[in-house]
DNA sequence: ACATCCGATGACAACGTAGTCATTGACTCG
DNA sequence: CGAGTCAATGACTACGTTGTCATCGGATGT
């Protein structure tokens, strides 16, 4: 601005005036101090501006677990948009799967003095992760409970999403679900189980050995599916896209009957499988959305009491979910 | 830092030494000035120090169409990765198709004083963008060209990818394939193309009525692939994967003798599908990385002359691609 | 004992910007 | 014609930090 100044022939201040479009400027001192910014190039210093002002950086800080995953990737679609929308940035970093490099972006991003922290990464440990929440500055948790629910958070309708899929089911006469999930440490993972089994339970259905939860083996599903095929299961309701996958896989490289199957988590080409697969499609965006809301909400009102949102699902009825053999027919559309 | 020295009996340039791990303090000191840090939670104002010391803000900015697709999604991925690598940190924005966003994007990321620029959006015109980077801002596109190669670039080898479908069909003994592409607006649209009719070309392999470019409605694609039957065309090369989905879609949902297909870009499930999709798999993450190598590499040294890196593409040889009507049954390998 | 040196520390300025307040000069009004 | 008004502008300072240089007290050497 000093520059801009000497070439234009005025303070620096007046500079300022004219940057900021503040009234009081003549027309023609104006025009020569636009004219010396565009010969010199000159650009505001936003960081200087927000220091002198102490107003907010209008950014963000996105913690992800990883964001070439579609789940990770609608949302901070949904977040980037919400931001965008408020006029504010967004830095991204994801953890992938370390805690200690989550931590270091969320001190990183403290650093920068983000007006706001979104935490979404699903592998870090509740303690670890709120540990190390600077405490002020303001957190949404994303697709995660906070520990003592003393933080924001926007959580997917897990157990609801379930349970739709299960309803869905025995509503096709289906008596024996199965349900594959992945690794018991994700916390998502936990929450779908007793989806599963509250809903599995409404409708006095058994679960003994019905479940299985853990890393997405293929031995490890082979072994799930052929004790289940044994037990008399029709049903398989996979708990997220990679049991999902894993499933397809699997019965994808054997033959014999194949079981219904609902899958948590919306895939891209869901509606290109063979059969097209019925799954309970999560509102990732919806999720990244409604946390920029609560956070701006927050930052409004910093007395607020910690709230919780539920993002609801969607069942999207395909042919992967007919009735078993010798059921009558459903009401949308008969298969086999 | 003045509250901290207050509280630890010191000055506040003390602090800063013992902050910035700077030595020449005693223990005793540095002892009483952590416990104060702790105490009051006190932390550095990053914003501050770069503007005192000078530095760069040890962040990049990365301007995208559109966050949510996998190949901007797995792109963003390799941005960050590598970023971190370098202990810098990622602001991303989409365009979302309007180049004044975009434009606006850019000016933000440059207010906030971004070491460098990642652009990436391929909805914008080539005039409209460079015309909007800030000279004095290193940039690198990636997926586009620089308009007069006057910028650093990133770029998958579209015509060398597309070239390995067509000489992978036609060594199985197909010597009419068509082509089907997304809307002209796009660079890597026309690119791929071009790609198509050179390698057709170099074969000996007539293309006359077999390329069909434009919005990827089902009556387009229905009105080509039938004039293609038509012609007598046994193979059909997707130049992206929205025309991939699109063809699938097409042929899912009619009978009669499907086309070899190999589509451009990968698919999450292109191995599930029925018949496993062969694709020409593009390296996104090793787009991004390289783009941030690039910049680095620019950042340590700004005379560099513009440099042009493509990145090679992968075929992936599925069931889709199988010899046409009456040439010899490959099982999974075997050619002709 | 005195000069010297050195480790530890603090005072001050400056990075680029915007708020506060004073100054200037032209203009109006009685 | 003098006082008052007002628009336009600039001088100065502070935001939180770090580089520079000065200061201070004790230890060392002769």
């Given at each position: 601005?000093?520059?801009?100044?000497?070439?234009?022939?005025?303070?620096?201040?007046?500079?300022s005036r004219v940057v900021n479009a503040e009234p009081g400027v003549r027309p023609e001192t104006i025009e020569r101090v636009q004219r010396a910014i565009a010969e010199l190039g000159f650009r505001r210093h936003d960081g200087a501006s927000h220091l002198r002002r102490g107003t907010s950086t209008a950014s963000i800080g996105l913690v992800l677990e990883d964001l070439a995953g579609p789940f990770y990737a609608a949302l901070t679609a949904g977040v980037e948009r919400r931001a965008r929308e408020h006029g504010y940035l967004l830095l991204t970093g994801s953890a992938d799967g370390?805690?200690?490099?989550?931590?270091?972006?969320?001190q990183a991003f403290a650093a920068r003095r983000v007006d706001g922290l979104l935490i979404a990464p699903n592998l870090v440990g509740d303690e670890v992760l709120t540990a190390n929440l600077p405490p002020d500055v303001p957190a949404v948790l994303l697709d995660r409970p906070s520990a003592d629910h003393g933080t924001d958070e926007v959580l997917?309708?897990?157990?609801?999403?379930?349970?739709?899929?299960?309803?869905?089911?025995a509503e096709r006469g289906h008596r024996s679900i199965a349900y594959l999930g992945d690794d018991e440490r994700f916390w998502t993972s936990r929450q779908r189980r007793d989806g599963y089994l509250a809903a599995c339970a409404e409708r006095g259905l058994g679960t003994d050995g019905l479940v299985s939860l853990g890393a997405l083996t293929p031995e490890r599903i082979a072994a799930a599916v052929s004790g289940w095929a044994a037990a008399g299961v029709t049903a398989v309701v996979t708990g997220n896209n990679r049991a999902s996958v894993a499933l397809l896989h699997h019965l994808h490289e054997r033959t014999g009957p194949r079981p219904a199957h609902v899958g948590f988590d919306e895939l891209d080409l869901a509606d290109l499988?063979?059969?097209?697969?019925?799954?309970v499609a999560q509102d990732a965006a919806g999720i990244g959305s409604a946390a920029v809301d609560l956070l701006f909400e927050r930052l409004a009102t910093p007395t607020l009491p910690p709230r919780s949102v539920v993002v609801p699902t969607r069942l999207v009825v395909r042919r992967s979910s007919p009735p078993p053999d010798g059921a009558s027919a459903p009401p949308v559309r008969n298969d086999r």
């Amino acid at each position: 601005m000093v520059d801009v100044a000497r070439a234009a022939g005025t303070s620096q201040k007046t500079v300022s005036r004219v940057v900021n479009a503040e009234p009081g400027v003549r027309p023609e001192t104006i025009e020569r101090v636009q004219r010396a910014i565009a010969e010199l190039g000159f650009r505001r210093h936003d960081g200087a501006s927000h220091l002198r002002r102490g107003t907010s950086t209008a950014s963000i800080g996105l913690v992800l677990e990883d964001l070439a995953g579609p789940f990770y990737a609608a949302l901070t679609a949904g977040v980037e948009r919400r931001a965008r929308e408020h006029g504010y940035l967004l830095l991204t970093g994801s953890a992938d799967g370390d805690a200690e490099r989550a931590g270091r972006l969320v001190q990183a991003f403290a650093a920068r003095r983000v007006d706001g922290l979104l935490i979404a990464p699903n592998l870090v440990g509740d303690e670890v992760l709120t540990a190390n929440l600077p405490p002020d500055v303001p957190a949404v948790l994303l697709d995660r409970p906070s520990a003592d629910h003393g933080t924001d958070e926007v959580l997917s309708d897990n157990a609801g999403g379930i349970a739709s899929a299960v309803h869905h089911l025995a509503e096709r006469g289906h008596r024996s679900i199965a349900y594959l999930g992945d690794d018991e440490r994700f916390w998502t993972s936990r929450q779908r189980r007793d989806g599963y089994l509250a809903a599995c339970a409404e409708r006095g259905l058994g679960t003994d050995g019905l479940v299985s939860l853990g890393a997405l083996t293929p031995e490890r599903i082979a072994a799930a599916v052929s004790g289940w095929a044994a037990a008399g299961v029709t049903a398989v309701v996979t708990g997220n896209n990679r049991a999902s996958v894993a499933l397809l896989h699997h019965l994808h490289e054997r033959t014999g009957p194949r079981p219904a199957h609902v899958g948590f988590d919306e895939l891209d080409l869901a509606d290109l499988l063979d059969p097209p697969l019925t799954t309970v499609a999560q509102d990732a965006a919806g999720i990244g959305s409604a946390a920029v809301d609560l956070l701006f909400e927050r930052l409004a009102t910093p007395t607020l009491p910690p709230r919780s949102v539920v993002v609801p699902t969607r069942l999207v009825v395909r042919r992967s979910s007919p009735p078993p053999d010798g059921a009558s027919a459903p009401p949308v559309r008969n298969d086999r």
